[in-house]
């Protein structure tokens, strides 16, 4: 009896070993399910690896009138949202109430000098006005290198003295670079979800529109801002306008006329706007178009406007300082408009087809003026 159960456990391992063997040189793949079993599903961490492209849009929409003051009486329902011809979901909304990460980007090369005594005033208008009750703010500050001064705070002191001993560097100016650091700070706050809007992402530039010496493209940088939700404002320095303020440093004339401006009269009856002038020289800028094929064409160069077709592209606002609007007249304006405008979130139906995705924000109103993102650009992941 004995003899024949140790037959039994024999043949017994000798199945078991050749099942194993077997196994070991089995095709690698999905393995048919048995009739009656669920097909086999792919692990979650497996899952997690396949996904890219756009999981949620989070943007601001700015809404005026024919006279150009803020709409605030909309409602989610008055808005219609088109993702490459596609009606989107509204999954969030709301009027001027989600905190704000706020970073600030403040140029301080020695070509503004003259102007860094007024922009040191400004720091109790990044914190009341811009950032608010609830936001945060970093600032960061840039000309041959990017240096990051304080990092994000609740605590509108420590945000208002880092302004206030701003000093003056080299003469250079890595603007895309710079961007670059704030687009990637802010895309290291809490993502925001269809049940957490969390935080508005804003990057707010005080600079010239002159870059010199970044390896960041700005078409590069754009396309981020735009997947990780960031917003542009721009506060634009004239090189000019401080010359006109410094100590005269030759005896060259000083021009009449801002950056991008020429002093010669241009059409009838229209004034000379750096658009303007470029179109009446055959060159004409279409701002959009320029946004939308920087974040095509990452490798190629923006030479004119860069600050115009950043905030273009993801929702924002340029503000000249040249005439009578001062660099706190300009932040003052943004900080009103941030906080009265519109935030809309959608989970986009096709978010990981590869290419540009065209949005359209439109409301059932007449004589408005919308201002949105114009869209995103969704590349294949690496690897």
Avoid: C
């Amino acid at each position: 009896m004995k003899k024949k159960t140790g037959k039994h456990a024999l043949l017994l391992a000798a199945l078991l070993s050749a099942a194993g063997a077997l196994g070991a040189q089995a095709p690698e793949g999905p393995i048919a399910p048995s009739p009656g079993r669920p097909v086999q599903q792919t692990p979650p961490e497996a899952q997690a690896k396949l996904k890219f492209g756009v999981g949620l849009v989070d943007m601001p929409v700015t809404v005026r009138n024919a006279k150009g003051g803020m709409v605030h009486d909309l409602e989610a329902k008055d808005f219609h949202i088109t993702d490459n011809g596609i009606e989107q979901k509204i999954s969030h909304f709301d009027l001027g109430g989600d905190p704000v990460s706020v970073v600030i980007l403040i140029e301080t090369s020695s070509r503004i000098e003259s102007l860094l005594p007024e922009i040191r005033k400004t720091g109790i208008l990044f914190t009341q006005t811009v950032m608010g009750p609830y936001g945060e703010g970093a600032v960061v500050n840039f000309n041959d290198s990017v240096d990051k001064l304080q990092d994000f705070t609740t605590n509108a002191d420590a945000i208002e003295n880092t302004v206030s001993q701003l000093q003056t560097g080299t003469s250079g100016s890595k603007l895309y670079d710079a961007v670059a650091v704030g687009v990637e700070m802010l895309s290291e706050r809490p993502q925001p979800t269809p049940e957490n809007p969390g935080r508005r992402r804003v990057l707010l530039i005080v600079s010239e529109a002159k870059d010199i010496g970044s390896e960041t493209k700005l078409g590069e940088v754009l396309r981020k801002a735009q997947l990780t939700n960031v917003t542009i404002y721009t506060v634009g320095l004239s090189t000019t306008r401080a010359e006109m303020r410094g100590k005269p440093t030759d005896t060259q004339p000083q021009p009449i006329t801002p950056p991008g401006i020429s002093s010669m009269p241009g059409p009838p009856g229209v004034a000379p706007t750096p658009g303007v002038q470029a179109a009446s020289q055959g060159g004409g800028a279409d701002l959009l178009a320029l946004a939308v094929w920087a974040v095509q064409h990452i490798g190629g160069e923006v030479k004119d406007r860069p600050l115009e077709v950043a905030t273009t592209a993801t929702g924002g606002e340029y503000i000249s300082t040249y005439k009578d609007r001062s660099i706190e007249k300009a932040i003052d304006e943004i900080g009103g408009e941030l906080h009265a405008q519109y935030t809309i979130s959608y989970a986009p139906t096709d978010g990981s087809d590869l290419g540009y995705h065209e949005i359209k924000v439109q409301v059932d109103r007449k004589n408005m003026k919308v201002r949105a993102r114009p869209g995103y650009y969704v590349a294949p992941p690496e690897g």
